[in-house]
C-alpha cells in the first residue's frame, strides 16, 4: 500500500470481527515503533501484548468502553521517562509524551499496513491496568489498542479538515506565502 493510501485509511475502528488476528502482525507492528525518533537516542516506549480474555475483561472495565472487550488483541503501550527526564529535565517528560505519540503513529500505521484495525483509547484507569498487568508506579500508559479485523468494510476518508485552516506561513496566522524573490541577472 502507497503511504499516501495508508495514511488516508487509518482510522478509528470501534467494531470488530470475531476472526483472530495473526501475532505476528501485530509484533511487525510494533517493530515499527522502533524506528520513530527519540529524545537522545533514549528509547522509552514499551508494549504488552494482551491476549488473555480475562484481563482484556479488566482492561475493558479499566477503560469504560465496552468495545475494547471486542477485540482478541489488546496493545497497551508504555513509558519510562526516567532516563529522558535524567538527561533533559522537566522537559524529558514533554519530549517523553512527544516521541511516544510518534512511536504509536508508526504502530498504527503499520497495522493499517496489515489490514488490522485499532482505536487509539486513551481514558482509562491507569491503576486498574497497572494492576492487571503489574506495570510498575513509575511508568507512564500512554495508551490502549484493541487490535481486530473491522467489522464493516472500509470506505476511503475524506480529510478530517482543510489544509488552510491549518496552514501558516512564517507567523502564526499569517496564511498567505511570500511571493518568490526574482534573481537579479
Known amino acids: 500500500m502507497n503511504f499516501d493510501k495508508l495514511i488516508r485509511t487509518r482510522k478509528s475502528t470501534k467494531k470488530f470481527k470475531s476472526t483472530k488476528p495473526d501475532w505476528r502482525d501485530i509484533i511487525e507492528a510494533v517493530d515499527a515503533a ?3 525518533p527519540m529524545a537522545g537516542g ?4 514499551k508494549f ?3 491476549e488473555d480474555e480475562e484481563k482484556i475483561k479488566k482492561i475493558t472495565a479499566a477503560c469504560q468502553q465496552d468495545f475494547v472487550a471486542q477485540a482478541k488483541y489488546l496493545v ?4 519510562n521517562p526516567s532516563l529522558t527526564k535524567n538527561a533533559y529535565g522537566s522537559k524529558g ?5 512527544q516521541q511516544a505519540g510518534s512511536g504509536i503513529q ?3 500505521l503499520k497495522l493499517v499496513e496489515k489490514k488490522l484495525s485499532t482505536c487509539w483509547v486513551g481514558y482509562f484507569v491507569g491503576s486498574m491496568i497497572k494492576e492487571t498487568l503489574k506495570i510498575p508506579e513509575n511508568i507512564n500508559i500512554e495508551a490502549v489498542f484493541p487490535i481486530g479485523y473491522e467489522y464493516e468494510k472500509p470506505i476511503e476518508k475524506k480529510a478530517k479538515i482543510n489544509i488552510d485552516s491549518i496552514l501558516y506561513f512564517e507567523t502564526y496566522g ?4 511570500k511571493p518568490e524573490k526574482k534573481l537579479s541577472a
Open 34 to 36: 522502533r524506528f520513530a
Open 42 to 45: 533514549i528509547y522509552t516506549l
Open 48 to 50: 504488552i501484548v494482551v
Open 76 to 79: 497497551v503501550v508504555c513509558s
Open 93 to 97: 517528560e514533554v519530549y517523553c509524551r
Open 106 to 108: 508508526n504502530f498504527w
Open 174 to 177: 499569517n496564511k498567505k506565502m
